[in-house]
């Protein structure tokens, strides 16, 4: 099956994306700079591992979200957030719709190109706090792009019934070098350690049993 | 109801605005630029509009899709067919998912502005070979919207019910100027007259008994 796969560079992403070259045929990694403090700090990767696995690799630019969308996680919000990711105030960091936005433009863009199916990363430990990472946001969505568009494109969740810790086993499977991603909301030099998504992430390592070769602050 | 108002310039849109200016608290009208042959026409008619009516205007630049999405509307794509508007050489004028990326696009906006909904001007006549205008799609869209916000955001399709001439009736009870709207996909100077919107748009004219203001080539 053809596929448009949604990669930020993140580690799940990456997983996605090494997951479907092996089951798909993936005619494209896709990313999206949308403004976030990190994007410069992702995307990279995303494009390493897409030249890596010989497959194009696109960024679409959506600077229009940091100026008119809120969030802490954009270069116009407020401080990052520090703590346990699936705390209350991690909520600063959700950007409205986001996950609807970018499947909806790889929707377009794999009809355009002749695919037959999207691939992102969700997984079941996606959070409660994000409103579109939940399955009652995913299944209508779902049936939308299939009925949006002729070639009735798949929305392909690969990870659905697994968690983080699973996905990072997967990768080592895989050969992922996780090195070569990135986490941290923070987007500084190296990753904080104390934000939501580097507490996940070393999480994730450790529940695995894999090394973490992540440098933190 | 606070909503964001989906306006391209054109005569549904257009009317869809003051009907829900009158209707509901309207805090932004939004069109999009994604590179199509005659959104330099359409889009000043938007803006003129919101403004007449002291609503903000925003244009949010898409570009990216005349890049990479496929369609004879887009600049890089090939010619507008001449013909009806139902005819199977229309579908050449099909922009891949747009409106689901419209609608994803400002559901993210109406959240991050504290809206409680969406207005777009879909209507029971728009057609069969626009996968992305069937209540198919439309039905799991709004769900999708609504589950993926955190306010629950709804999508209002006030003329879901009724066909391009009542829209006409319906902006000529509103006072709409339709000498401020375009249609015409092939961006010229004043309307061809001869391409499927075109086409339409005087049909609708003619079946609603109201007097076409527009200049056709």
């Known amino acids: 099956m053809k596929t448009v796969v949604l990669v930020s560079g993140g580690m799940d992403s990456v997983v996605a994306l090494y997951d479907a070259a092996e089951k798909n045929e993936v005619i494209a990694g896709l990313s999206f700079d949308y403004g976030s403090k990190h994007?410069?700090?992702?995307?990279?990767?995303?494009?390493?591992h897409c030249e890596k696995l010989d497959i194009p690799h696109r960024t679409i630019p959506l600077q229009f979200m940091n100026d008119c969308f809120d969030s802490h996680l954009l270069q116009n919000g407020g401080e990052i957030?520090?703590?346990?990711?699936?705390?209350?105030?991690?909520?600063?960091?959700?950007?409205?719709?986001?996950?609807?936005?970018?499947l909806a433009i790889a929707a377009g863009f794999a009809e355009s190109?002749?695919?037959?199916?999207?691939?992102?990363?969700?997984?079941?430990?996606?959070?409660a706090i994000y409103p579109d990472c939940r399955s009652e946001f995913m299944d209508p969505m779902s049936?939308?792009?299939?009925?949006?568009?002729?070639?009735?494109?798949?929305?392909?969740?690969?990870?659905?019934?697994?968690?983080?810790?699973?996905i990072a086993?997967?990768?080592?499977e895989l050969n992922v070098d996780f090195s070569q991603t990135w986490s941290c909301y923070k987007g500084g030099e190296?990753?904080?350690?104390?934000?939501g998504t580097c507490v996940e992430r070393k999480e994730a390592f450790a529940l695995a049993g894999i090394p973490d070769p992540t440098e933190y602050l």
């Open 39 to 48: 994007n410069h700090c992702e995307i990279p990767f995303a494009k390493y």
């Open 169 to 172: 086993a997967r990768g080592e």
């Open 143 to 166: 049936k939308a792009i299939a009925a949006g568009t002729y070639a009735n494109i798949q929305l392909l969740r690969p990870f659905v019934g697994i968690r983080k810790e699973d």
């Open 81 to 102: 957030p520090e703590g346990h990711y699936e705390s209350e105030n991690m909520k600063q960091t959700v950007v409205p719709f986001r996950n609807g936005i970018m």
């Open 113 to 127: 190109q002749n695919a037959e199916a999207v691939t992102i990363a969700a997984h079941s430990g996606d959070h």
């Open 190 to 195: 190296i990753h904080c350690g104390k934000c």
